[in-house]
């Protein structure tokens, strides 16, 4: 079965630095995601992308957040100055555009911020 | 806005033995699409099966079949047979029908133990 793929599994970083998380979607999927998992919580929406724009974000995605679609494969997600409270798993999902509404989670980047 | 209620944290089930977990949802839509995840502590997000709300069967995978009860807003999952390696975190999620966003809102999870 087709996967999403995300890189780097885990990340460190300092706090106030900029990280980039990325995300390699199923190749004919057009919908993609970022979700957050912050460890012993559920699991949060962060924003959805579709015909290279954002289409809906959550109350988290605030103007630290930023996603792009930079070529035909690639979809990532910055961090432009990084607090504590980012640290989680951040979890890249996309789906097709027909239907059944099943949507491919990638196996999550772990982000710690120290 | 949708909200999706699962009111037990943790739950545990001996093994071979069968395990209902509850999850509630409140929404004004009326399509829309109901699943249960599976997150082991790999914390890998799996999908264990879906439910579109227009069916009125339920949906089966397996061991894994739910008890979809629309009027009540009600989506259980039940796990036949348990096995060691149901142990797991289980999501439940709600999902709007063809928006172009098509984002998902989960519960806080029910942290399943499977005991041998």
């Known amino acids: 079965e087709p996967e999403v793929t995300q890189t780097p599994s885990h990340q460190v970083t300092q706090m106030g630095q900029e990280v980039i998380l990325r995300c390699v979607p199923i190749?004919?999927?057009?919908?993609f995601y970022w979700y957050r998992q912050i460890l012993g919580q559920k699991v949060e929406f962060l924003v959805s992308f579709y015909n290279n724009e954002i289409s809906e974000k959550s109350e988290i995605f605030d103007d630290q957040f930023s996603v792009e679609r930079p070529d035909g494969s690639n979809f990532t997600l910055k961090i432009r100055s990084t607090k504590l409270e980012d640290s989680a798993m951040y979890f890249c999902?996309?789906?097709?555009?027909?239907?059944?509404?099943?949507?491919?989670f990638g196996s999550g980047t772990q982000l710690s911020v120290l | 806005a949708q909200t999706v209620t699962q009111s037990q944290p943790e739950m545990s089930v001996q093994e071979a033995e069968t395990v209902t977990l509850s999850c509630t949802y409140d929404?004004?839509?009326?399509?829309?699409?109901l699943f249960w995840y599976k997150q082991p502590p790999s914390r890998q997000m799996i999908l264990v099966i879906r439910q579109e709300a227009y069916k009125q069967q339920n949906a089966t995978e397996n061991r894994f079949s739910v008890n979809f009860q629309k009027a009540a807003k009600s989506f259980s999952l039940k796990i036949s047979d348990s096995q060691l390696g149901d142990t797991a975190m289980y999501f439940c999620a709600f999902m709007k029908l063809n928006t172009n966003a098509g984002k998902s809102t989960f519960g806080d999870g029910t942290t399943l133990t499977v005991k041998p």
């Open positions: 929404t004004s839509e009326s399509n829309y699409y």
């Open positions: 999902a996309s789906k097709s555009a027909t239907g059944r509404e099943k949507l491919f």
């Open positions: 190749s004919n999927h057009l919908y």
